[in-house]
């Protein structure tokens, strides 16, 4: 089944298995309400791993990803949406478009103080 991709920025130090049971059920909320054949039904399982261990190949459709390790996959069941769950999470929505392209010249710039040892 196709869903919504929800990263959950951890502080450093955290691992998954630091995440509340309540911020867990948020994040699986939000993949249920915003994917479009997931939100219809009920008892929906959300997979979650860490960050690093997301493969993608070339060869991979549009959203789809694999695994690394299949092991370090986890799974949640999402009964029901939670309407109000849903609704709270989306009135702090803010999107952000980053300046990726600033990003990458100002790494440029460190890597390059480095080699000439500024």
């Known amino acids: 089944m196709s869903s919504a991709h929800v990263y959950l920025r951890l502080n450093k130090g955290q691992t998954i298995d630091d995440i509340s049971e309540g911020l867990l059920e948020d994040c699986a909320q939000l993949v249920k309400a915003n994917s479009i054949q997931g939100n219809k039904v009920n008892n929906v399982d959300v997979v979650y ?70």
């Open 49 to 118: 791993t860490p960050w690093y261990n997301l493969k993608k190949t070339a060869s991979m459709d549009v959203g789809q990803v694999g695994f690394h390790n299949p092991k370090m996959v986890r799974t949640v069941r999402v009964e029901k949406r939670i309407n109000e769950i849903v609704n709270r999470l989306n009135k702090t929505k803010v999107e952000r478009k980053p300046d990726l392209r600033g990003c990458i010249t100002n790494l440029a710039s460190i890597c390059e103080m480095k080699m000439i040892g500024v």
